[in-house]
């Protein structure tokens, strides 16, 4: 007799204490914003700190490319950010990644909005970014302060990368999504 093959596949069992990696940061940060007034904060400047990292990323001059024809003006640095980001965020949880690919989409058009702005002589893209960007870190450095946690992303900086998948999250969770 010939050795029996298995076709039954063997799993890793989830065990109840163990986490996946996306649910350890999203405790770490759950622990460090309690504070209604901080989330609250968290909610309206993250996307603001989002829409100005997008903004610089997308001032930055991008090469001309040929074959991208009309597209030229829509393939730019922003373009790996956004790029980069859902890629980071479909590894830790891919419900929360089309959320942020949508979010992200609406920042674009906000900041394909401000460049039309500064063709017609307005505010230039890259000086309204780094405002936005100043804006949405300070008003979470506020909400850090009335948490009395600020210093929570010096431990670990991924956590600065998750914090508007956790804003998603928190969001989503209260609709009862499962991420």
Do not use: C
Not at 8 to 36: C, V, W
Not at 50 to 71: Q, S, V
Not at 82 to 102: E, G
Not at 141 to 158: A, L, P, R
Request: proline content about 4%; hydrophobic content about 45%.
């Amino acid at each position: 007799m010939g050795k029996q093959h298995s076709n039954i596949k063997t799993t890793a069992t989830k065990m109840p204490g163990d986490k996946r990696k996306i649910e350890i940061y999203f405790d770490r940060l759950d622990a460090s914003h309690q504070n209604a007034t901080n989330r609250l904060l968290h909610y309206l400047f993250v996307p603001v700190m989002m829409l100005g990292i997008l903004g610089m990323a997308w001032a930055l001059p991008f090469p001309h490319i040929g074959f991208l024809g009309k597209y030229n003006g829509y393939f730019n640095w922003a373009s790996f950010v956004i790029a980069f980001a859902i890629y980071f965020y479909l590894k830790l949880s891919p419900l929360l990644s089309y959320f942020a690919l949508f979010l992200l989409f609406g920042l674009s058009y906000g900041v394909m909005q401000l460049e039309l702005y500064e063709k017609a002589g307005g505010t230039p893209l890259a000086m309204i970014s780094v405002l936005a960007l100043i804006i949405g870190l300070t008003g979470q450095f506020i909400g850090g302060k009335i948490e009395g946690k600020e210093e929570s992303f010096n431990d670990d900086t991924k956590l600065l990368a998750v914090t508007p998948l956790w804003v998603l999250y928190s969001l989503t969770k209260k609709f009862g999504l499962r991420y």
